[in-house]
Nanobody, 123 residues
């Protein structure tokens, strides 16, 4: 069992920055791939970024490349999503999710989920 808790959401203006944190706990949790997804009202849950346990070659969806950075600190059992140059279309509830093995962009393939944190970007 892996437990995930997200923090760091909030409101920000266009062009600003926010950092989300996902603290993970449970047996072998630091060996899991952790991903961030987001879901805007009326839209499908969307893959944002993922990072394997070793932190090498993270994956990003095209719309956030160059603006968002995913990283992890396995000593602190925390995965971060640094979000820069925020845009209105980044407004959504952000979830972290975990699964053993490889990263995937498909949310149904993740076994564990956090409760979500709201990010609102306004001009």
């Amino acid at each position: 069992q892996v437990v995930l808790v997200e923090t760091g959401g909030g409101s920000e203006q266009t062009g600003g920055s926010l950092r989300l944190s996902c603290v993970h706990s449970g047996e072998n949790a630091d060996n899991y791939t952790v991903a961030w997804f987001r879901q805007a009202p009326g839209k499908e849950r969307e893959f944002v970024a993922a990072i394997r346990w070793h932190g090498v070659r993270p994956n990003y969806t095209n719309s956030v490349k160059g603006r968002f950075t995913i990283s992890r600190d396995n000593v602190k059992n925390t995965v971060y999503l640094q979000m820069n140059r925020l845009a209105a279309e980044d407004t959504a509830v952000y979830y972290c999710a975990a699964r053993p093995g490889w990263a995937t962009i498909f949310w149904r393939e993740y076994d564990y989920w956090g409760q979500g944190t709201q990010v609102t970007v306004s001009s």
